[in-house]
Nanobody
Framework: QVQLVESGGGLVQTGGSLRLSCAASGRTISSYVMGWFRQAPGKEREFVAAIKWSGGSIYYTNYADSVKGRFTISRDNAKNTVYLQMNSLKPEDTAVYYC????????????????WGQGTQVTVSS
């Protein structure tokens, strides 16, 4: 059973940066699609970004429109870890950020992901 643990959240000012990490244990995640989702108070959990490794140096990524150009998802299969680099943060990025994993192709739908971490809080002050 794969376990996912997020870290790196915190409080940052508008325009600042944070890097979230998602460390996996239990088995290698190299074959999994890894995604980041977020949930703000009173809102549905929404897709942020996802990444799939297709071998060698080939990676496929997908981003929500709201974070394109500001966030970058990456993975280090050797470390069994996925990252989310968040730049130019805005107050509307405030949410609990969750790491998720699924087999198969990239999906933006949260119900397609089988494995979830416990989340890490990101707060962006104005």
């Amino acid at each position: 059973q794969v376990q996912l643990v997020e870290s790196g959240g915190g409080l940052v000012q508008t325009g600042g940066s944070l890097r979230l990490s998602c460390a996996a244990s239990g088995r290698t995640i190299s074959s999994y699609v890894m995604g980041w989702f977020r949930q703000a108070p009173g809102k549905e959990r929404e897709f942020v970004a996802a990444i799939k490794w297709s071998g060698g140096s080939i990676y496929y990524t997908n981003y929500a429109d709201s974070v394109k150009g500001r966030f970058t998802i990456s993975r280090d299969n050797a470390k069994n870890t996925v990252y989310l680099q968040m730049n130019s943060l805005k107050p509307e990025d405030t949410a609990v950020y969750y790491c998720a994993a699924r087999s198969g192709e990239i999906s933006t739908l949260r119900e397609r992901y089988d494995l979830w971490g416990q989340g890490t809080q990101v707060t962006v002050s104005s």
